[in-house]
């Protein structure tokens, strides 16, 4: 049996009541139980760096963990997830300036968010997901620099080799549905045979979960009925079903950082674990002022969305 595995006996033991097949019901950090608590720490062990499964494995086998418990959670949430959830980083849009010497933001050269749009209009033209022209965001890959745990760490914008949170490399231009998707932890860009391909997080242990199918056959649908409207190369979805990222501008030295996808994945497939819920309180992390989330606007535009797409999916079978 590998150290990890006898980690996870030790959380079973520990969080007796958290039942390892089900995923946990979805609760505000605040408000975790054991359910979710289990979920996050098998999280790390399964999608985690190699220090922290091992910082991990080292505190269940010399009868540490329970002393430990809530700051190792807190350390590991603030490493991985805080620095995507809005929620969680307090009521400022605005990502602090690195401590570090030469670090982002020292020399005043760093671009601004409406530069970074304009650089991604010119990338990606449209909704890298879901192909749509409208209401157009310029989404962060990595929200916010996070707070490192060690004083010789790195945050994730240095780690990923990026200087600056506004960089193109950085960015992925997508409409508010489908940003407000990729913020909650729900879609996330992962790399396929030297691909960078759009997944859906199922929040379930189900593979045939409907809600999971319907959200993909959503997007599929959309890229289908957009594709016949560009004069590229580009398919709905590949051969062997994967939803491949279209740039309009191919060049290698612009494209999405693909250290920070995979950091966003690794959060993704934590939080999904943990049964993460992001508060209700949100502000938009990807302004430039502190302007609260319009709910109403985005219910507005969800039912616009979801209706075109019927429509124009119907007309284009016909």
């Not at 979710?36 to 399964?46: A, D, H, Q, S, V």
Request: overall charge negative.
């Amino acid at each position: 049996m590998d150290n990890s595995s006898t980690a996870k006996e030790m959380l079973q033991r520990h969080y007796s009541t958290a039942d390892p097949l089900v995923i946990p019901t979805q609760r505000i950090k605040s408000e975790w139980k054991e359910d979710n608590k289990f979920g996050f720490l098998c999280g790390i062990l399964e999608h985690g760096e190699q220090q922290h499964r091992e910082e991990l494995v080292r505190l269940s086998s010399d009868g540490g963990f329970a002393e430990h418990e809530d700051v190792f959670i807190d350390q590991m949430f603030d490493h991985y997830i805080r620095p995507y959830l809005k929620s969680y980083s307090g009521s400022s849009c605005h990502t602090p300036v690195g401590s570090r010497p030469g670090s982002a933001g020292s020399s005043g050269s760093e671009p601004t968010h409406k530069q970074m749009k304009k650089a991604l209009e010119a990338r990606d033209g449209v909704c890298l997901f879901c192909w749509n022209n409208l209401s157009l965001e310029a989404s962060h890959i990595i929200a916010r620099k996070n707070i490192p745990i060690a004083q010789d760490e790195y945050s994730l914008l240095q780690r990923a080799g990026l200087q600056s949170k506004h960089q193109v490399q950085n960015g992925l231009l997508l409409c508010k549905i489908c940003h407000d998707q990729f913020d909650l932890l729900h879609y996330y860009v992962d790399v396929v045979d030297d691909r960078l391909v759009l997944k859906i997080v199922n929040q379930t242990n189900d593979s045939n979960d409907k809600g999971w199918f319907r959200a993909a056959e959503r997007l599929q649908m959309a890229r289908g009925v957009a594709q016949k409207y560009f004069s590229d190369i580009r398919v709905a979805i590949d051969a062997d079903g994967e939803m491949r990222l279209w740039f309009m501008d191919n060049k290698a030295d612009i494209q999405p950082n693909r250290a920070g996808v995979q950091f966003h994945k690794t959060a993704c497939l934590i939080w999904r674990m943990a049964g993460g819920a992001d508060p209700e309180d949100e502000y938009c992390s990807d302004c430039d002022s502190d302007t609260g989330v319009d709910y109403l606007q985005k219910e507005r535009l969800q039912r616009l969305w979801d209706s075109a797409v019927t429509l124009r999916y119907d007309q284009h079978a016909e």
